[in-house]
Every structure is written in C-alpha cells, then in structure tokens.
T-cell receptor
Framework: GEDVEQSLFLSVREGDSSVINCTYT??????LYWYKQEPGAGLQLLTY?????DMKQDQRLTVLLNKKDKHLSLRIADTQTGDSAIYFC?????????FGSGTRLQVQP | SAVISQKPSRDICQRGTSLTIQCQVD?????MFWYRQQPGQSLTLIAT?????????ESGFVIDKFPISRPNLTFSTLTVSNMSPEDSSIYLC??????????FGEGSRLTVL
C-alpha cells in the first residue's frame, strides 16, 4: 500500500473550514509538505513543516503535526471556491519527496 | 521561491520516438529532481539530477529509458526514449531552493499515440 495515505475526496460548503488528513510511515522524515494542484497545472507549494514542530499557521492555512501518531493535517479556514483542487501530502526522505495519493477538495457555493 | 520553467509544456508524440524536456531555474540550486505523474495518479520520483555526475535513478527507472543531463546549477534535461503509450504522463522538474523548500515547475504533459 501507499507509504503516505490520504482520503480521496472531501466536500465542504463555501465559508466552512476544510480539514485534510494524512498519515505517513517514516519517522525519520525531516519535513512534511502540503501541495495544491489545480486542473491542468503543476504543483504549488502551500506550506511545509519541520518535523520538530507541532503546528504552523500561515494566513488561512494551519498545519498540525502529531509525530507520535505520524499524522499530518491541513486546515483551510473560510474555504473558497478557488480552493477547489487536489491536495497532496508529502514527506521528505533523503532529499526527495514521497507523495500521498491526493485528496480532491470540492467546495460547494 | 525559485521560478522554474519547463519546455515543452505539452506535446503529442508518436510511438518509438524520443522527447527531451528542459528545466530552467532562475537561480543556482544544488538539488534538481524529475518526477512523473501518470494520469489520475500521484507523483513518483524518477531520478535526482546531479551536476557533474550521472543521475541517481529510483527503482523501476533506468538511464537508457530516461537519460538526464545536468550541465550546470540552473538547467537540466530529461529525455523520454523510445516512447510508448504507457509513457503518457506529466513530467515535472523540482528544485530545492533552500533546505526543505521544494518547488515544482508547471510540468510537461506528454501524450504518446
């Protein structure tokens, strides 16, 4: 199975908060990432967190890291229709990334 | 952040031909990588492009099929050789601009007929 696991789909209403979850397996990962991919586009680096941190906040984005459970989450506050995309969780091992399968976020107006 | 340009952005190719994809970065970077994203899938690392030495390939990828060049710290190419329809994918260049900061280009969308 996948070393990095994500749920495939999440649907929210505009203005609500979205929480996308990810689990990983390698406790030696130094950094963990969230990327956004819109249709027909490349990957946009949204945010990343160093493995010795518990939380990182950047405007509407909050990343929580539970290293004991190897669980990473991305919270998007006040979700907008422009946030509709696929969100990839990734972990850094030996300076290269291992990705999850991606979570498709659908924002309903 | 690093600005990464990939060429071509998309191409349609015939079976048996080869295509070279270019990746240009606006600043010198130590680490450059090539990833593949098959239709509807996540990304898989093909290789690390090393400046001044041979690329380091991941399991399942070989130099004869995916030769890589890295002549300097701002440029790399990936060639997809002897293409088949199974090679239809998005190929993405990635760079580490600062420790932990990994950016991607817009990708090169390849369709093999």
């Amino acid at each position: 199975g996948e070393d990095v696991e994500q749920s495939l789909f999440l649907s929210v209403r505009e203005g609500d908060s979205s929480v996308i979850n990810c689990t990983y397996t390698d406790s030696s990962s130094t950094y963990l990432y969230w990327y956004k991919q819109e249709p027909g586009a490349g990957l946009q680096l949204l945010t990343y967190i160093f493995s010795n941190m518990d939380m990182k906040q950047d405007q509407r984005l909050t990343v929580l890291l539970n290293k004991k459970d190897k669980h990473l989450s991305l919270r998007i506050a006040d979700t907008q229709t422009g946030d509709s995309a696929i969100y990839f969780c990734a972990e850094l091992r030996w300076r290269a990334l291992t990705f999850g399968s991606g979570t498709r976020l659908q924002v309903q107006p | 952040s690093a600005v990464i340009s990939q060429k071509p952005s998309r191409d349609i190719c015939q079976r048996g031909t080869s295509l070279t994809i270019q990746c240009q970065v606006d600043s010198q970077v130590t680490m450059m990588f090539w990833y593949r994203q098959q239709p509807g899938q996540s990304l898989t690392l093909i290789a690390t492009a090393n400046q001044g030495s041979e690329a380091t390939y991941e399991s399942g990828f070989v130099i004869d099929k995916f030769p890589i060049s890295r002549p300097n710290l701002t440029f790399s190419t990936l060639t997809v050789s002897n293409m088949s329809p199974e090679d239809s994918s998005i190929y993405l260049c990635s760079v580490e601009s600062r420790p932990g900061e990994l950016f991607f280009g817009e990708g090169s969308r390849l369709t093999v007929l």
